[in-house]
């Protein structure tokens, strides 16, 4: 794949829970995706700044309180970016105990959102195509974000290096999230990195040979 079909995406480890946040930009034009927001999100703004880019969405792949607790100084920073959820957490922004961020002793509560998203929908950015993948388990409305053409998954807190996505949350169900695994990622080829939400990038290959907790 050319360079100029690659998307460019920078991962920002942020707050208490170290969160993967990411900043996903096309090849042709300053618009930027801003991806699970954390709490304490400043180094994310400063780069998206620093390049002079202009975020066109939100865009979340679950809203526990760690994947959306930036919400708000983003929109400080660049107000009317519109937020995306799937569908199934349409009332969790608002809602802490829905978010967990009650059982913090921090509640959050942020705006949006602004639009719904569905299993298969094609999202696009400057002219890349990212396609949602219901990957619930974790819970009911994770998503998982693949740009085919270069092999790269936005997996959020479905997998990661060597582990899942925990299951002891209200909402959460492991049979169900081992059930999104099989069925939707580990039948993506082998060679697909996935970018989580928490921790290293691995591939499909890998996790398929050796993670633990879910085998094919």
């Given at each position: 794949?050319?360079?100029?079909?690659?998307?460019?995406?920078?991962?920002?480890?942020?707050?208490?829970?170290?969160?993967?946040?990411?900043?996903?930009?096309?090849?042709?034009?300053?618009?930027?995706?801003?991806?699970?927001?954390?709490?304490?999100?400043?180094?994310?703004?400063?780069?998206?700044?620093?390049?002079?880019?202009?975020?066109?969405?939100?865009?979340?792949?679950?809203?526990?309180?760690?994947?959306?607790?930036?919400?708000?100084?983003?929109?400080?920073?660049?107000?009317?970016?519109?937020?995306?959820?799937h569908e199934a957490e349409r009332d969790w922004l608002g809602d802490p105990e829905l978010n967990l961020s009650a059982f913090s002793g921090l509640p959050v509560s942020v705006p949006?959102?602004?639009?719904?998203?569905?299993?298969?929908?094609?999202?696009?950015?400057?002219?890349?195509?990212?396609?949602?993948?219901?990957?619930?388990?974790?819970?009911?409305?994770?998503?998982?974000?693949?740009?085919?053409?270069?092999?790269?998954?936005?997996?959020?807190?479905?997998?990661?290096?060597?582990?899942?996505?925990?299951?002891?949350?209200?909402?959460?169900?492991?049979?169900?999230?081992?059930?999104?695994?099989?069925?939707?990622?580990?039948?993506?080829?082998?060679?697909?990195?996935?970018?989580?939400?928490?921790?290293?990038?691995?591939?499909?290959?890998?996790?398929?040979?050796?993670?633990?907790?879910?085998?094919?």
């Amino acid at each position: 794949m050319s360079v100029a079909t690659k998307p460019d995406i920078r991962a920002f480890e942020l707050g208490p829970f170290a969160t993967n946040s990411y900043v996903v930009r096309g090849p042709a034009s300053n618009d930027c995706w801003v991806v699970d927001p954390s709490y304490s999100p400043e180094e994310l703004l400063e780069d998206v700044r620093a390049r002079g880019l202009r975020p066109v969405a939100i865009v979340l792949t679950h809203a526990h309180c760690d994947h959306i607790a930036g919400i708000p100084e983003v929109l400080r920073s660049f107000p009317g970016t519109p937020v995306w959820v799937h569908e199934a957490e349409r009332d969790w922004l608002g809602d802490p105990e829905l978010n967990l961020s009650a059982f913090s002793g921090l509640p959050v509560s942020v705006p949006g959102p602004d639009r719904l998203l569905k299993e298969h929908e094609t999202l696009s950015i400057d002219g890349l195509d990212w396609r949602v993948l219901h990957t619930p388990g974790h819970s009911p409305g994770g998503i998982t974000l693949l740009h085919e053409p270069s092999g790269t998954a936005l997996v959020g807190d479905a997998l990661f290096a060597g582990s899942i996505g925990r299951t002891d949350f209200p909402g959460a169900d492991f049979d169900t999230l081992a059930a999104s695994i099989r069925t939707r990622l580990y039948t993506l080829p082998d060679e697909v990195t996935i970018l989580p939400g928490h921790g290293p990038p691995s591939t499909i290959g890998r996790e398929k040979r050796t993670n633990p907790f879910v085998r094919p």
